[in-house]
């Protein structure tokens, strides 16, 4: 027959090894998240200091454009509305090319 106290001592050590590897994946399981939280923490504040570089640098290029705006505003009209007509121009031409047999209605 088989020894009751000998499965009984082979069940509490399995328990015992089962206890063990709980407790070495949970100290991992912080370990490693302690890791994400660090590394997640740094690449938010690399992004947060280039987009502050960012927007900077865009608010310094509109005050340049500003001051030009502001020193030629004749030049500035007149290209903004050769910009227009060109865009209106190209616009005309796109839209006589389309073949008018092919209409959505």
């Known amino acids: ?16 090894q089962i206890a063990e590897l709980r407790n070495g ?3 991992q399981g912080h370990s490693f998240a302690g ?5 997640t923490s740094s690449a ?5 200091r280039r987009a502050e570089d960012v927007a900077r640098q865009a608010r310094d290029e509109a005050s340049s454009v500003a001051g030009l705006v502001r020193e030629h505003p004749t030049a500035t009209s ?7 007509l060109i865009g209106g121009l190209v616009g005309y031409l796109l839209a006589s090319q389309q073949d008018t047999r092919r209409r959505w209605y």
């Open 1 to 16: 027959m088989v020894d009751t106290n000998r499965i009984q001592a082979d069940m509490q050590e399995l328990q015992r």
């Open 35 to 39: 890791q994400v939280k660090e590394t």
């Open 78 to 84: 007149s290209a903004l509305l050769g910009i227009a």
């Open 44 to 48: 938010l504040h690399s992004a947060a």
């Open 25 to 27: 994946l949970s100290s």
